[in-house]
Antibody
């Protein structure tokens, strides 16, 4: 079955960077895109960006444009989210999710289990 | 950016009764060339990742029970749970994918009355 398994929780200091992984299985990795979203404690969902797993093309939310990088390792069927210059407001659960395979960012299905990133001094 | 506004923020419904959640977009989500509405709905249970329920505004995702239905067009959309079950207690989100950045509504919490 299609599964996305994310790396474990992280605790970072303000100003640091974090890199979260999302390992995909159960389908042909390069035929579906992967998206990232986050959810601050008790809050709603915020889209961060998208990668076409086939050609590596990316699209980012302007809210994170200069701090976020999404990459993929096709041989490892894994996508990575790196967020730099962390601040306390970045404390959230970060989710990866598979796109619909159209080559455009659309809906998310399925989702990874989430990775809690805590930014604290 | 597209602003998605959900209402109500929360609602309590008796078991077996209908629950209705509204979602309004600041711009049309209807793409003229294919006559499709670029809207999805998700369910998020406590402590879990969201789960896709509906895409193209009214198409149920695989395995989603028939009591969930989506309707609406252009800027106004509705998610209906026809007969609320205990396992439907969750927060529900709408999401537009007409144009990046993809944006979500603020969520509607559904509880049992």
């Amino acid at each position: 079955q299609v599964q996305l398994v994310q790396s474990g929780a992280e605790v970072k200091s303000p100003g640091a960077s974090v890199k979260i992984s999302c390992k995909a299985s159960g389908y042909i990795f390069t035929t579906y895109d992967i998206q990232w979203a986050r959810q601050a404690p008790g809050q709603g969902l915020e889209w961060m960006g998208w990668i076409n797993a086939g050609n590596g093309n990316t699209k980012y939310s302007q809210n994170f444009q200069d701090r976020v990088t999404i990459t993929r390792d096709s041989s490892a069927t894994t996508v990575y989210l790196q967020l730099r210059s962390l601040r306390s407001e970045d404390t959230a659960t970060y989710y990866c999710a598979r796109g619909d395979g159209s080559g455009y960012p659309r809906w998310f299905d399925p989702w990874g289990q989430g990775t809690l990133v805590t930014v604290s001094s | 950016d597209f602003v998605m506004t959900q209402s109500p923020d929360s609602l309590a419904v008796s078991l077996g009764e209908r629950a209705t959640i509204n979602c309004k977009s600041s711009q049309t989500l209807l793409f003229d060339s294919n006559n499709k509405n670029y809207l999805a709905w998700y369910q998020q249970k406590p402590g879990q990742a969201p789960k896709l329920l509906i895409y193209w505004a009214s198409t149920r995702a695989s395995g989603v029970p028939g009591r969930f239905s989506g309707s609406g067009s252009a800027t106004d959309f509705t998610l209906t749970i026809s007969s609320l079950q205990p396992e439907d207690v969750a927060v529900y989100y709408c999401q537009q994918y007409y144009r990046p950045p993809l944006t979500f509504g603020g969520g509607t919490k559904v509880e049992i009355k």
